[in-house]
């Protein structure tokens, strides 16, 4: 199995971060995809999931970015995005997509059987 991000880099505080997380050799479409985020010394952040029963179905996990995430899923391309707005300088970290197990979402790491290699998003103030 192979996940790979992609859309990371410098951005400014207040604009969009758009990544996308591209996925070969798993069964896309049963598949939960989960993004995470993880700042230097901090602990792996989930900050939401999209499953696999209905496109539409996302659930924001980090109360942080409530209300400033959309994720999204297109099964023809293979691919996951994440978009989020407004952002700001404690957005800064490694941001990972990931494949859950079982295919639900979950808040929890332990529960992701494939990860992308991340991709670093850096917001300046």
């Known amino acids: 199995a192979q996940m790979e991000e992609s859309g990371g880099g410098l951005v400014q505080a207040g604009e969009t971060l758009r990544l996308s997380c591209s996925v070969a050799g798993l069964r896309f479409r049963e598949l939960a995809m989960g993004w995470f985020r993880q700042a230097p010394g901090q602990a792996r952040e989930a900050i939401g999931c999209?499953?696999?029963?209905?496109?539409?179905?996302?659930?924001a996990y980090a109360a942080s970015v409530k209300g400033r995430v959309a994720i999204s899923r297109d099964s023809a391309e293979w691919t996951v995005s994440l978009q989020m707005s407004s952002l700001r300088p404690e957005d800064t970290g490694m941001y990972y997509c990931?494949?859950?197990?079982?295919?639900?979402?979950?808040?929890?790491?332990?529960?992701?059987?494939?990860w992308g290699q991340g991709t670093q998003v850096t917001v300046s103030s």
């Open positions: 990931a494949a859950a197990r079982g295919g639900y979402c979950s808040a929890s790491p332990s529960d992701y059987a494939h």
């Open positions: 999209i499953d696999y029963r209905s496109a539409r179905t996302t659930a």
